[in-house]
């Protein structure tokens, strides 16, 4: 070998050695070894299954391992959270949630207190939900939907099903409307987008993630953006409170939790892994044109003062409403 030859081995040893170092560094020592499973609280084809999938990938191609996800529908996400909350805390059961989870908590569908039944590891992403009718539903603004109501049933959908986060807000916005809807439950958004397609039900609040893709077949058509503000890939649709409703918003973050007792290392390497990762470039781009955006960066521990803060006034907004009859 000469020595151009050696010096360029040279160079390859010590830059495999660099990113050997690098990965172990990211990931605590006998971490992973096996499968990593995360829960989904939706079925396929959701917004919330759709992160859970990119959340899968991302570990898996950072570190080598297999990660599955595991659709646990149903129950308004309530199935997913004990599975989870009961699952051993070693690293290998993890959660992808959006805020339904601090619902449950807040209207007591679950046996457990949600903020200490979960060690937290990051936010992931966050977008507004997205109400997509029939094609051929009558209204074409939010007022027009309100005065229909009046006079015509009018049925929807929205999530993980009873007492959700697009359930109670579209609740809350019918009592601001005087609007008269039936709510009608699926296990996620995706089976509540077939059933407007198929014409079983007349609309679905969606995560804009599972909107894009339902509107990008041509067989639904968006009827107000629910968020806060407008979005770069849907520029034309307004918001509820553009349409008459200041300070009306039903947001969505979805974050990553793992069950209590997560040894602090795992916990801190994979916000670390994840948050790194859902900065790439490529994939701000995709979740950009589906409406959504990666979240605010924060530590475990700021992750869970924000869920604390969050359940609050959550809390408080449920008070705020005749629950009795919308949960049951």
């Known amino acids: 070998m000469d020595n151009k030859a050696k010096i360029a081995n040279t160079l390859v040893v010590t830059q495999l050695a660099m990113i ?7 990931r605590p020592g006998g971490y992973p070894t096996k499968p990593i499973r995360i829960v989904s609280s939706v079925q396929p084809g959701a917004g919330g299954d759709t992160m859970a999938r990119i959340l899968a990938q991302i570990i898996a191609d950072k570190w080598g391992t297999n990660v599955v996800v595991d659709n646990r529908a149903g129950a308004g996400g309530t ?12 690293g290998y059961t993890l959660y992808s949630q959006g805020d339904s989870l601090l619902i449950q908590g807040a209207t007591k569908r679950v046996p457990f207190d949600v903020l200490k039944a979960f060690e937290p590891v990051t936010p992931t992403s ?26 015509n049933r009018v049925t929807y959908s929205g999530s993980s099903g009873i007492g959700s986060m697009p359930h109670i807000g579209m ?3 019918a009592k601001l409307s005087g609007a008269k809807f039936t709510f009608v439950a699926y296990k996620g958004s995706g089976p509540g987008i077939i059933a407007v397609i198929g014409g079983e039900i007349h609309m679905v609040a969606a995560s804009s993630i599972g909107a894009s893709m339902a509107l990008r077949t041509g067989k639904v058509r968006a009827l107000a953006n629910l968020g806060p503000k407008r979005i770069p890939s849907m520029p034309d649709l307004p918001t509820v409170a553009e349409q008459g409703f200041p300070g009306f918003k039903v947001t969505n973050r979805y974050g990553l ?9 795992i916990v801190l390497a994979l ?25 605010d960066r924060m530590t475990p521990g700021e992750y869970k ?6 359940y609050v006034e959550i809390e408080q907004q449920v008070k705020q409403m005749d629950l009795g009859t919308i949960l049951k």
């Open 20 to 26: 050997g170092a690098v990965c172990a560094q990211d």
């Open 126 to 151: 966050q977008q507004p939900y997205i109400l997509i009718t029939q094609i051929n539903f009558p209204v074409k603004s939010i007022k027009e939907l309100a005065a229909y109501s009046q006079n």
């Open 79 to 90: 199935i997913a959270s004990e599975l989870v909350a009961r699952a051993a805390p070693d």
């Open 171 to 173: 609740e809350r916005f």
């Open 257 to 265: 939790q793992s069950p209590a007792g997560t040894p602090k290392e």
């Open 271 to 295: 916000n670390r892994v994840v948050g790194e990762g859902m900065y790439d470039a490529k994939l701000k781009a995709r979740l950009a044109a589906d409406g959504s955006e990666p979240a």
């Open 305 to 310: 003062a924000a869920q604390a803060k969050e």
